[in-house]
């Protein structure tokens, strides 16, 4: 493989502790160095839990170092659940078998094996939920606490839930233990590159058309629900989005526009802003190996995120904090993390109806903002 | 709520030497440093790097290259992965490159001196700095120092001060260097070089030509050391802390350098004297001190400020919980005041 300048998207160990943090009634063990400790335990905003291995327990075995830990952690209640970070990987030991006398979740997901989505993939295969044939309710897919919007997507969803009198059985993941392995039989999705393939989907919820066919099957799959004040909702509001753009577009050109992204949410925005604004997507770099349905490429460096955007010369560049220190003076839309070097204290959305709202405000005040401070 | 919830056993929290270390050489801004390993300790790092780096208005990006270790040269070595790498980044326009190693690196036992001794056409410096294998935070802060000075060949003296290694990643990063500055002009010293903050690869070669170095931390003592024995540069070990703290630091340089600090030391007392005036209304207040740090040092410079403006500290029904911070010279002071003023006015 090839060098990588400034890379962009977390590691594997990392989507794990995301996954299982995610969980209320897990306790998190990092198994390895301080440094791999320190990030998730920075970037998730949840307590998670280090054994802070040293030169000690590379040489002369790791099991001891462990042992303490789970142990210090023990009497909780809590389940604990132990990821490996690359050094403990490769040193041969037999964490499992370690590990067997005790009841504790024992994920294999070493930074060098691959990104964030493998990892939280890797972490809820292991907690294998099974679906609970007899609980009602829908499931909220996607959740994922590095995902700065999943807290708001998570809300939002609830919020449309309950306008059509349907209950949320469990958010993936984002909710107890027991909910999550205990799933109800149908998932409606919010960030599907964090999908976790639970029960049968009934579709996404990023952007109106999306909502509006996910809420169909709601209809159909719940014969209780009353899913007209959702659609109701969605004709008020896009009238609102319509109106806004039309406005936009009375003054101004469309603009051009770069997109990065993980592939469900570079999707949404690059579906939303032709639909809306008939923008000019110039190009999409994928953080990941998601597909979607127009062309894109990876770019899981600054030095390709840069030399993308030097090609296709936006005006607009949508992505996260490390493209907008790239961008210059170009208006700029943060949907993926990081987003640093701005306050966010409220919950926001992308998914349902209040996440197109929010995405599309978002980007009509930074591309406005930017003609107005050029002119 | 915690977000460092580490098991009561561990003792271990010393944080990353290659995080350490990067927080130095990132700061040489027309260097490059490769971490060789696998990429998400470079994404780990690269994402607190431009974090900090945001919070503190930098907009220069740090460039850092990984040599993108994956299972295959984990399994058979990493060398030629590293040696590929500093290859490409040598071809650049960078004046130098650093090479840093991680907890994988050394555990399979790339020899990465030795990779980096070959000939690339720069200046390719190796920093050991493999995670645990390597220490704390801080002694990859002093290993990237030292590995930098020893770059730097002695030269003469002249009236400078230099200030050694900044807590690059600290929030405040630049206020405490105005401070510092300030106390500097007071005394009539022009400041050196920042070693090492937003620093050319060059400008490294003045390192020895102060006639003082200022550490900002006691943790540096062994760089003040080894400077003090490459270039003969005496040292003081901290930046100042509190009211007397702050005096003392003038009376310290002053004395160092050879000079009459005492007009100094009357209009920085009078300042302070200034300072304590305006915060008379927090006077017989009740207050505890409360995090988010521990350490003496700024417990005492906090409790100092108390007695000064007569708040009783204790911790009965009735104290408010105030912050104490690690704050710098008397304008640390002066903005922790108007924090427990917010705290105490609730």
Request: glycine share 10%.
């Amino acid at each position: 493989m090839p060098e990588c300048d400034n890379p962009l998207w977390p590691c594997a160990m990392t989507g794990a502790a995301a996954c299982l943090a995610g969980c209320t009634g897990v306790s998190v063990v990092i198994h390895g160095s301080s440094g791999c400790y320190y990030y998730p335990s920075t970037l998730l905003h949840v307590p998670i839990h280090g054994t802070f291995i040293l030169e000690n327990e590379v040489i002369f075995g790791s099991e001891e170092r462990l042992l303490e830990v789970i142990g210090s952690l023990s009497g909780t209640g809590n389940r604990i659940a132990v990821i490996t970070t690359c050094v403990p990987a490769i040193l041969g030991e037999d964490v499992k078998a370690m590990l067997s006398g005790y009841d504790v979740l024992f994920v294999d997901s070493p930074g060098f094996s691959g990104d964030i989505e493998s990892g939280y993939a890797r972490a809820l295969e292991l907690l294998a939920p099974q679906v609970d044939s007899a609980a009602e309710g829908v499931n909220i897919d996607g959740a994922c606490l590095l995902d700065p919007f999943s807290r708001g997507n998570v809300q939002e969803i609830l919020r449309l839930l309950r306008l059509a009198g349907v209950s949320c059985r469990t958010v993936l993941c984002d909710d107890p233990l027991e909910k999550i392995l205990r799933p109800a039989p149908y998932t409606i999705g919010t960030n599907t590159d964090f999908s976790s393939g639970v029960g049968e989907t009934l579709g996404g919820t990023l952007g109106f058309k999306q909502i509006r066919e996910t809420f169909s099957l709601v209809a159909d799959v719940f014969p209780d629900a009353d899913t007209g004040p959702v659609f109701s909702e969605i004709g008020r509001q896009e009238e609102r989005v319509i109106r806004a753009c039309d406005k936009y577009l009375q003054r101004f050109d469309p603009p051009s526009v770069a997109i990065f992204a993980g592939a469900s949410y570079a999707d949404f925005a690059a579906g939303t802003l032709e639909q809306y604004l008939d923008a000019d997507i110039r190009c999409i770099g994928l953080r990941n190996h998601g597909t979607l349905s127009r062309p894109a490429e990876y770019a899981g460096s600054l030095g390709q995120v840069q030399a993308m955007i030097e090609t296709a010369v936006p005006d607009l560049v949508i992505g996260s904090s490390f493209e907008r220190s790239v961008s210059r003076n170009r208006a700029f839309s943060g949907i993926i993390p990081p987003l640093r070097g701005t306050v966010r204290l409220a919950p926001r959305p992308l998914a349902g109806i209040n996440g197109t709202l929010a995405f599309m405000e978002d980007v009509l005040n930074a591309c406005m903002d930017r003609k107005t401070r050029n002119r | 709520m915690s977000l460092k919830a580490s098991p009561t056993l561990s003792s271990r929290s010393g944080g990353c030497t290659l995080t350490g270390a990067l927080s130095v050489t990132t700061h040489v801004r027309d260097a490059a440093s490769i971490i060789h390993g696998p990429k998400g300790c470079a994404h780990h790092n690269f994402s607190l790097l431009h974090a900090t780096g945001l919070d503190n208005d930098l907009a220069v990006i740090p460039a850092l290259v990984s040599s993108a270790l994956a299972e295959n040269d984990i399994v058979f070595g990493g060398e030629e992965a590293l040696a590929r790498t500093i290859q490409a980044v040598s071809l650049r326009d960078v004046s130098a490159v650093f090479v840093l190693s991680t907890c994988i690196v050394d555990t399979i036992g790339d020899d990465v001196e030795a990779v980096c001794a070959r000939e690339y056409g720069v200046p390719v410096i190796p920093v050991s700095t493999a995670g645990f294998l390597g220490g704390t935070f801080h002694d990859g802060v002093n290993k990237a120092l030292i590995s930098l000075a020893g770059i730097a060949q002695p030269i003469e003296h002249d009236r400078n001060v230099n200030i050694i290694g900044e807590m690059n990643l600290e929030y405040e990063v630049e206020e405490n260097y105005a401070e510092i500055l300030r106390l500097l002009t007071l005394l009539g010293l022009p400041a050196g070089i920042r070693f090492v903050h937003t620093l050319k690869f060059d400008e490294i070669g003045m390192l020895g030509a102060a006639q003082l170095n200022i550490l900002r931390d006691p943790s540096l003592v062994p760089v003040g050391e080894f400077l003090k024995s490459r270039f003969g540069t005496p040292y003081i070990s901290s930046f100042p802390h509190g009211l007397s703290g702050t005096l003392a630091f003038l009376k310290s340089v002053a004395d160092t350098c050879k000079i009459d600090g005492s007009r100094a030391m009357g209009i920085e007392r009078a300042l302070q004297g200034e300072i304590l005036a305006d915060f008379a209304d927090l006077g017989e207040s009740r207050a505890v001190f409360s995090g988010p740090v521990s350490d003496p040092v700024s417990f005492q410079a906090a409790q100092e400020t108390a007695d000064a403006l007569h708040i009783q500290v204790g911790k009965d029904s009735g104290s408010t919980p105030v912050p104490v911070h690690p704050v710098v010279g008397t304008a640390g002071v002066k903005r922790m005041l108007h924090r427990w003023r917010r705290a105490l006015h609730a």
